[in-house]
């Protein structure tokens, strides 16, 4: 972990919340949707199987737990799960909350539209919010 170094476009789209035990997990910059990316803090690792098994297993359970948040929180029809990395190379995993009627309902988040960036105010509550949750949990 101590050479972990998040990719500039992750950094860029996206708001710290919290560090897992290992992944960092982000909020997607867009208030369209309840979404969050959780990236592993290993140096190098591109695919899932590139962990340790122990961190494939462990990353697994940071998803979970994370989905469920968003579940619950967002009252949401359906949890969308994707590690893509066509674009950014880095393992990340994109965990979002999907509800009829949403911006890019039926169809992928990705390419919809032009993302709607929070406001600083709106961000800070945010975050403030979901770290409340996750450490409840």
């Known amino acids: 972990m101590k050479d972990f170094e998040l990719d500039p476009r992750l950094a ?13 997990v982000r909020l997607m910059d ?5 979404w969050l ?5 290993v140096a190098g690792a591109v695919e899932w199987f590139d962990l340790a098994e122990s961190d494939q297993h462990l990353l697994f359970d940071e998803v979970s737990q994370v989905a469920r948040l968003l579940r619950e929180r967002s009252g949401c029809e359906k949890i969308n799960i ?3 990395g ?7 995993v994109h965990v979002l909350a999907r509800s009829v009627g949403d ?15 929070f406001t600083p105010a709106a961000l800070e509550t945010r975050l403030a919010e979901l770290r409340l949750q996750l450490a409840g949990r």
Do not use: K, M, T, Y
């Not at 890019?104 to 032009?114: L, R, T, Y």
């Open 103 to 117: 911006a890019a309902w039926p169809g992928p988040v990705w390419g919809n539209g032009e993302a709607q960036r």
């Open 12 to 24: 860029a789209d996206s708001h710290w919340l919290a560090d897992q035990a290992l992944c960092q």
């Open 82 to 84: 994707g590690a893509l």
């Open 37 to 41: 990316v959780l990236v592993p803090r």
């Open 30 to 34: 867009d208030i369209r949707f309840p």
């Open 86 to 92: 066509n674009i950014v190379r880095q393992l990340h």
